[in-house]
Structure formats: C-alpha cells, structure tokens
Nanobody, 129 residues
Framework: QVQLVESGGGSVQAGGSLRLSCAVS????????MGWVRQAPGKEREGVAV????????NYTDSVKGRFSISRDRDQNTLYLQMDSLEPEDSGLYYC??????????????????????RGQGTQVTVSS
C-alpha cells in the first residue's frame, strides 16, 4: 500500500505561484511513475505532470508547459509541483498520484489518461482573475 498526502494548496491571484507537496509513505518502490492530477468542477480529470523515477524524466500537459515544474526529493520521500504564472483555468482539486510503469512511454500514457493506481485526498487550488 502507498499513502500520499498533499499540502500547499490555497488561493492566489492570477500570475501568482504555489508549490504543492506530496508526502509519500508505505511500500511505494514499485510505483516509479508519480504525478499530479487535477479536477475542476464540471470537467474531466486531467493529468498535469509526471515524474518517471527510473531516469528522472518529466512530462507535462501542454497547458502547463513552461509554467509548472515537477520534482522529487528522494531523501524526504516527497514529490513537488511548483506552479508559476497561475491562471484561473488552473483552479481545481490537485491530487498526488502514483503507479508502476514499465517504460517512460507508459508513464506518459498514465498522465494522458490520468490513470494511476494510488491517489491522495487532494489539495484545493483557487486562482482568481
């Protein structure tokens, strides 16, 4: 089992920044594809970013490229999402997620489909215009 606990959400004005954190615990070593998923009211779940632990590669959905950055602190067992130049369209409930992937390509598929084996409770991000 894997436990994921998010923090760092809040309310900011457009153009502002937030950094989300995800504390990871439990038996998670097989879950080498970790990421962030968001969901806004009335919209489908969207995979925002992934970090492929095997190799340290990252991938982002087009709408956040150049503004968001995903990273991992191995010693602290923590996953981060740095969000800059936030827009109202970025508002939503952000979930930390994890799953196993046999390849970098499959990790990207997980992000595209927002399909992970484990997910946290989420942290709310609200961006006002």
């Amino acid at each position: 089992q894997v436990q994921l606990v998010e923090s760092g959400g809040g309310s900011v004005q457009a153009g502002g920044s937030l950094r989300l954190s995800c504390a990871v615990s439990g038996y998670w070593s097989e879950n080498n594809c970790m990421g962030w998923v968001r969901q806004a009211p009335g919209k489908e779940r969207e995979g925002v970013a992934v970090f492929f632990i095997t190799g340290g590669r990252t991938n982002y959905t087009d709408s956040v490229k150049g503004r968001f950055s995903i990273s991992r602190d191995r010693d602290q067992n923590t996953l981060y999402l740095q969000m800059d130049s936030l827009e109202p369209e970025d508002s939503g409930l952000y979930y930390c997620a994890a799953g196993s992937s046999g390849s970098w390509y499959h990790c990207i598929v997980r992000r595209n489909e927002a399909d992970f084996s484990y997910r946290g409770q989420g942290t709310q991000v609200t961006v006002s215009s």
